[in-house]
C-alpha cells in the first residue's frame, strides 16, 4: 500500500495524488490519502488552512484509516527536492510520501489513468451554455490568482503576485498569434478583475456563480478554453493539463513560480508554455 500526505489546495492536492497513484499503480497496490495536515488546525502565524477537496473527482485512492497505518509498516519518504527526483521509480510499496511532487514526470507512464479519474464526480451539465461558447471560439481563460497571494505576508513572499504588467505583457503575446480571441477571465477575485482588466478583445468575466462546490465548475470551465494566460498556480496548471485540446493552444506562464530563483522549475513548466519573464509583487 502507498499513502500519500495531502498538503495545500487543490492543485497541491492533485499533484500529491498523482504521484501516489502512479507509484501504487506501478507497483499494484492501493492508495490511501493521509489528511493529517489538512486537518491540523493547530494557529501558526500566516498559515493558510486548507481542506479535502479530491472528493470532487472519480478517484480510486481513498482516505487512510488507522486500520490502513495498523496493516504494514511505512516508509516515509520525504520529497528531497522540488525538481523531479529520478530515485521516485525505485520506492517502495510500502511508501508513505511527503511533499508536493509537482512535476509531471511522477505520473507521465499512467497520465491517461490520472485523466480519467480526475474527472468530476458530479454532473457539470449546468455548466453546459458557457462550455458550449469556450468551445466554438478562440476562447482564452485569463486565470488571476489574488487571496493569500496578495494578503498574506508569507505566502506573497514566498510566491509573489502577477498583476497587470504581466497581464498586459502576456496578453501582446496572445495578439500577436490569435487573430480573434475572446478572454475568459476565472479569479478568487472577481471583481478587482472588473475593476482593472481592460482588453483590446471582447472579454467575459465569469463570476463566481459558476464557481459550483470547491470551485470544482470554475477547473472544468477552465480546461475546456482554447488558450491559456495562467499565473503561478498550481489550480491553473491542472487546468491546462486537463484541456483535451493541446494542439496549435498558446499558454503563457510565468517564468519564476517562486520567489527565490534556486528553486528549480524544469520539471514543472512544459517546453511548449511560453514563460514570460515579468517580477512578481513581493
Known amino acids: 500500500m502507498i499513502i500519500v500526505r495531502l498538503m495545500g ?3 497541491n492536492q492533485m499533484f500529491q ?8 499503480i506501478r507497483h499494484g497496490v492501493d492508495l490511501r490519502l493521509d489528511l493529517a495536515a489538512l486537518e491540523d488546525r493547530t494557529p501558526r502565524e500566516h ?5 479535502y477537496t479530491l472528493g470532487m473527482f472519480n478517484i480510486e485512492g481513498r482516505v487512510a484509516t488507522g486500520h490502513d497505518w495498523e496493516s504494514a509498516r511505512f516508509t516515509t519518504v520525504n520529497e528531497p527536492h522540488f525538481h523531479y527526483d529520478p530515485g521516485f521509480a525505485h520506492y517502495s510499496d510500502n511508501s508513505f510520501l511527503i511533499g508536493y511532487w509537482q512535476s509531471a514526470r511522477y505520473f507521465e507512464s499512467v497520465a491517461d489513468s490520472i485523466r480519467r479519474e480526475f474527472t468530476f464526480h458530479r454532473s457539470m451539465e449546468e455548466c453546459n451554455p458557457l462550455i458550449e461558447e469556450l468551445t ?7 486565470n488571476i490568482r489574488r487571496g493569500d497571494f496578495v494578503d498574506n505576508p508569507k505566502s ?6 502577477y498583476g497587470m504588467d504581466y497581464v498586459e505583457q502576456a496578453m501582446e503575446i496572445i495578439y500577436s498569434k490569435i487573430a480573434h480571441p475572446k478572454v475568459f477571465v476565472f479569479s478568487d477575485d472577481v471583481e478587482w478583475c472588473r475593476q482593472n482588466i481592460r482588453l483590446k478583445c471582447p472579454t467575459c468575466f465569469v463570476g463566481h456563480e459558476w464557481a459550483g462546490v470547491d470551485f470544482d465548475q470554475y477547473l472544468c ?3 475546456q478554453c482554447r488558450h491559456f494566460v495562467i499565473p503561478n498556480s498550481s489550480f491553473a496548471w491542472w487546468a491546462v493539463w486537463l484541456n483535451n485540446r493541446p494542439e496549435g493552444r498558446t499558454v503563457v506562464a510565468p ?7 534556486a528553486i528549480r522549475l524544469d520539471d514543472l513548466i512544459p517546453s511548449d508554455w511560453i ?7 513581493c
Not at 506573497?156 to 503576485?161: I, L, P, Q
Not at 517564468?255 to 530563483?261: A, E, G, S, T, V
Open 156 to 161: 506573497r513572499s514566498f510566491h509573489g503576485f
Open 275 to 281: 514563460r514570460l519573464d515579468v517580477a512578481a509583487a
Open 221 to 223: 470551465l477552465m480546461s
Open 255 to 261: 517564468k519564476r513560480w517562486f520567489q527565490d530563483p
Open 136 to 142: 466554438t471560439c478562440e476562447s482564452v481563460c485569463l
Open 9 to 11: 489546495g487543490t492543485g
Open 47 to 51: 498559515h493558510v488552512f486548507r481542506h
Open 17 to 24: 495524488y498523482a504521484a501516489g497513484r502512479a507509484l501504487a
